[in-house]
């Protein structure tokens, strides 16, 4: 069966990584109505859909953390930490009204700012990691990135990016392991 939802709109996003160090992107969302009846999204269309090389994933080992105290010098290779989970969730808060004289929501709207999270899990309990522990007691502020670079595409051979950077980190639960 094939759901069209007229007039979605993406409220955020959520990078995670799942079985095999393999990275997962969901996309929460909010529509007016679900259609079951389309003309234009039909089970025959969407079944002849071909879909670009199946192996082009991104993984953990595609991945890189770098973090430092939001008063140190600029994030360098050192700065690099083993992470074996991650989870980046981006939430734009929306409104959801429904007005007299139809029977689907109007067009929502940000009501709020952004909320973004990220869980770290890392490789091992050493030195490093151990930082976290009293930085999050102190409540030091950090700074981080993270880079995910992909397989190469296309005859050209092109790696394309995804870079997100955080000027203003601070640690709001620390669990040792």
Excluded: W
Excluded at 157 to 172: D, G, I, K, S, W
């Amino acid at each position: 069966m094939v759901q069209e939802v007229p007039g979605l709109k993406v409220r955020g996003f959520k990078i995670s990584t799942e079985a095999m160090g393999r990275l997962k992107v969901e996309f929460p969302f909010i529509g007016d109505t679900v259609k079951v009846d389309s003309t234009v999204n039909t089970a025959t269309q969407v079944t002849a859909l071909t879909f670009p090389t199946q192996g082009l994933r991104c993984y953990l080992d595609d991945t890189t953390v770098r973090i430092n105290s939001q008063s140190g010098g600029a994030l360098a290779a050192g700065d690099a930490v083993a992470v074996s989970n991650l989870t980046l969730t981006f939430d734009q808060p929306m409104d959801v009204r429904h007005v007299g004289g139809q029977t689907t929501i109007i067009e929502p709207e940000e009501n709020a700012f952004p909320v973004v999270t990220l869980d770290l899990e890392f490789g091992r309990m050493d030195a490093a990691s151990d930082d976290f522990f009293a930085g999050h007691k102190a409540g030091t502020l950090y700074k981080a990135d993270i880079d995910i670079v992909g397989q190469a595409i296309g005859t050209l051979a092109t790696t394309y990016e995804l870079r997100f950077q955080f000027p203003n980190l601070y640690v709001t639960a620390y669990t040792p392991g």
